[in-house]
């Protein structure tokens, strides 16, 4: 299974935390990981990325995650179809605490096209497993794409984080998770 992770990073402060380095690790072990962040950060900190990942970059756009998202994915569409799987992950997971791959295999029974770590009325946008049958659309692209900055941050969660879900489901796919309503 070729795994392609985008991982959407902020630091106010301009630095790169222990923890996400961490989880930065374990990712790079199940999928080939691009680092973007939403803020200005100095070349040391993205520096400390450089044996997890192909790139890592960082300024600020101010489109939060779902932005840092698009941009990797609109520089990455050449070669998305290289991968069976796309991760759409942040640093707001401390973690993890156990082999991320218990869940890939567990998530593997499923008839879906997405899945999320947390379901709960939508995906929970700080770990999303999408398929090619979704993230190689033009519907899917033109949504991720799409992202425009200088929304707060409970319009965010609106327009994005349950408009992906929605949109998914739309397009006639089926959406599972790990955990999900009362499991969460």
Request: negative net charge.
């Amino acid at each position: 299974m070729k795994r392609l992770c985008l991982f959407a990073g902020y630091s106010q402060d301009g630095i790169i935390e222990e923890y996400v380095i961490y989880y930065v690790r374990e990712l790079a072990k199940l999928a080939d990981v691009y680092y973007m962040a939403d803020c200005e950060m100095p070349k040391s900190e993205l520096d400390k990325l450089t044996p997890y990942v192909i790139s890592a970059q960082a300024f600020r756009h101010c489109k939060y995650d779902f932005g840092s998202w698009g941009e990797l994915y609109s520089h990455l569409q050449s070669i998305l179809n290289k991968y069976d799987e796309v991760i759409l992950t942040n640093d707001s997971i401390f973690g993890p605490l156990y082999s991320l791959e218990n869940y890939f295999e567990k998530m593997s029974f499923s008839d879906c096209s997405a899945w999320s770590l947390c379901y709960n009325r939508f995906m929970m946008s700080f770990f999303v497993v999408l398929k090619p049958d979704i993230f190689l659309e033009k519907w899917f692209a033109d949504f991720l794409t799409g992202i425009r900055p200088g929304i707060d941050k409970n319009n965010i969660v609106w327009l994005y984080e349950s408009g992906m879900t929605s949109l998914i489901e739309q397009h006639g796919k089926n959406i599972d998770a790990v955990f999900k309503g009362n499991d969460i």
